[in-house]
């Protein structure tokens, strides 16, 4: 395996792989040629096996469902059970809302209570056995979780509808003059569309903040059988898709017809996936009597100008050579190339917001490295426990995030360090997001270290793209 020296990842990420990314259908590039000769630095793991995937769902479901704005929000979230019986969120956000801390401490009360009405009168848990009182309370429990996901994450909805409406008529209107597949599917996907129509309008016609429980109440009950009425549909995809590519070839702007009724029932979505998790008896370590402390960390901004006073041609050779060893053939820095990336870096904002997940990471290594003196009283008990290893996204990590991960999970020196933290990581294709920027992890040996393996795994990568 190559060792490349102690460069700084940033400008390669930056103005480099950002750029020729572009060029691929997906990235990191998939070279069959480059794959028989070199091996993944780390295989992908594998949640199932480290047994973190109940944890792992939910807090993605927590990140997602803690984003107010309609778009452009990203969440990571974190939890951390210390022995004082404390079970702490720590929520890391772009443009951090403080609403979200009333919103989790409403949203934990609700969940913390259904899943006591399922599993505090007898242990083992026997859900059939609550009274008929217990069975109303854990009803309307349930509503009133869906009521607080639903009541803010009706923005997003409404973001979804105002994007995607008017396609998705024109794409029913054509499909009404079209006579072809079974009067069952024709009437679920009117009723589907009616459902839609039918919430589109309460969500247009009512302030979101303060819509009353009984508009609510119908909008949810709406969602439920808009649910149910999609699940049939995604099962007659076959049938939907050739509707949808008949439409395509007189309509040139296309619509995924699936895509949209999935964003518009996400909300609905993570309400049910959260009542689950309540109901569920497996999460009891995380929901019974345990006091809910929340934290916030608001994204950090980073002025970029130190890389872009990089010399990029000395940056490059060195690159290049580097990439020369790695792939055993000659890799020439072309005449060109200065000027191209050189362009690039003109249109480049130079400031860089560290992504949430990268804030967590951070933030929970720091606190881990701390000096053992420092461990003392509430905020000691904190300190010395460790979060969950996985934290919840709002959204896939981007490509430079995703590396970090990794290269956090190589030891530094063969000593273990704190802790092996995951996300959720997507296999196939990771967005390279530019600016990306790489916080401090409030030393200097471990940011060389990330530094150095992060580099070698972007390094891998770009020599890849390189060996076509
Ligand atoms: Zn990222």
Known sequence: MCTTGTGDPQPLLNFFIKPDSEYCRSWPPDNK??????????????????????????????????????????????????????????????????????????????????????????????????SPMERQEARDQTKHILFVVHRHGFRRAAHTFDKGWEECTSFMKFWESTTSGDTKLRNIIRRAFKLMAAIRNIIHNSDLDR??????????????????????LFRERITLNKWIDEFQTVNKDGISFAHFLKECLSVHSYGMRLCHFARS???RHILHERTLYVKTLRCEAINLQHLFDVDLDSYGYTLFDNMQRILGQWQKWYSGYPERIAKWTEKLEKTGIIHPELMLLSHHH??????????????????????????????????????TFRAYRKKANG?????????????IHLKVCAPWALPSFGDEASDNHIRYHLFDQLLVDYAKFHAY
């Open 33 to 130: 040629d480059f794959r028989r000769r070199y091996r993944w630095p780390e295989p992908f793991h594998d949640l199932e096996n480290k047994g973190l995937n109940r944890a792992s769902t939910v807090l993605d479901v927590l990140s997602a469902v803690c984003n107010f704005k309609e778009y452009g929000q990203f969440t990571a979230v974190s939890l951390t059970l210390p022995p004082d019986g404390r079970v702490i969120i720590t929520i890391a956000q772009n443009g951090i809302n403080m609403e979200v801390i009333h919103f989790i401490h409403e949203l934990w009360a609700s969940l913390t209570n259904l899943f006591s009405l399922h599993h505090n009168t007898q242990w083992p848990p026997h859900a059939e056995k609550m």
């Open 211 to 232: 819509i009353s429980d009984i508009r609510l109440n119908v909008l949810v009950e709406f969602m439920h059988e808009l649910y149910a009425s999609s699940e049939a």
């Open 281 to 283: 008896c497996g999460n």
């Open 366 to 403: 720091q606190q881990a490295t701390l000096p053992p003196r420092l461990f003392h009283g509430e905020y000691g008990c904190e300190t010395r426990t460790l979060p969950l290893e996985y934290f919840g996204t709002s959204k896939p990590p981007c490509y430079g995030c995703a590396m």
């Open 415 to 427: 000593k273990k360090w704190t802790s092996q933290f995951f996300v959720q990581e997507q296999t």
